[in-house]
């Protein structure tokens, strides 16, 4: 799925770091949606940034950039990425924890106590609702970046040959097709000026491997015949997503530690 809060991380980080413009940071968020309006998910957060409560006539993107910079900033932020089972950096399974879950992803900002998730609430319109990040939430295990890299290589040589045992890898017609539209209708991100080489090639790299994993688990001829090879199927992928989730968030780390450390060199 794309990111829309990997945006959100790495150029608030930029910009809090004083490497990108306010309006840099907004023009990034609009690969996402045309649209994006903010509000708090609760009245103690919206007094706390000064944003409208869900429920009321939300506020433009603009305010919670204004928000971050009163309370303390993002310039530590990572990306979540939670599934059923793993909510880890969320402070367990509360509501904020379920919010992230419903979106599948998180701008997690331990400096100003936000977890900020993004929801699609209309054809253009993204809403980012800011929850309080719980007391003492800890926070997520994030793997090296070149650790993550190899993680995701090894996850598709592993994938691939379980699956070829499952005979569910033959050629598929229109398979490549699939896998090559997939790649250009996912929105193309633009990352602040230093973000790191290897950062934007994992991160690239990601989305091509989630690409053949969505072809991988569809049905079609050279697909699962029986139920327990489509159970094989979905063992065999898992580990291969959670690669991918490992790699994104890895990658998003490494951006927001360089954007920081070039940062304290120039002052």
């Known amino acids: 799925m794309p ?4 945006t959100l991380v790495v150029w608030t980080s930029a910009w809090l ?19 994006h309006e903010v509000v708090a998910a609760d009245e103690a ?22 928000a971050l910079r009163r309370v ?12 059923a089972g793993d909510v880890r950096g969320l402070g ?26 993004p929801e699609r609430v209309a054809e253009g319109v993204l809403r980012w609702t ?18 993550a890299e190899h993680g995701m290589t090894d996850a598709v040589r592993a994938a691939t040959a379980t699956l070829v045992s499952l005979d569910v890898a033959r050629h598929r017609p229109n398979v490549r097709a699939e896998i ?7 929105p193309r991100a633009a990352w602040p000026k230093g973000t790191p080489g290897r950062a934007i090639r994992v991160l690239e790299r990601a989305a091509e491997v989630e690409a053949i994993l969505l072809a991988a688990s569809g049905d079609g001829e050279g697909a699962a015949v029986s139920a327990s090879a489509m159970r094989g199927r ?24 360089t954007l920081a450390d070039a940062a304290s060199r120039r002052r």
């Open 3 to 6: 990111c829309p809060s990997a």
């Open 17 to 35: 770091h004083g490497v990108a413009a306010s309006d840099d940071v907004l023009d990034a968020l609009l690969t996402w949606a045309e649209a």
């Open 45 to 66: 957060t919206a007094r706390r940034l000064e944003l409208p409560v869900a429920g009321e006539r939300p506020a433009a993107p603009a305010m919670l950039l204004a």
């Open 72 to 83: 303390g900033g993002a310039v530590s932020g990572h990306l979540v990425l939670p599934v």
């Open 92 to 117: 367990g399974d509360g509501a904020v924890a379920a919010a992230a879950l419903r979106a599948g992803e998180a701008a997690v900002l331990p400096l100003a106590g936000l977890v900020v998730v």
């Open 130 to 147: 800011a929850h309080s990040l719980p007391p003492l939430a800890p926070s997520p295990e994030i793997v090296g970046i070149g650790e």
């Open 180 to 186: 090559e539209a997939a790649l250009r209708a996912r």
């Open 234 to 257: 979905t063992d065999a992928l898992r580990p291969l997503a959670d690669a991918v989730r490992r790699a994104r968030c890895a990658a998003v780390h490494e951006a927001v530690r």
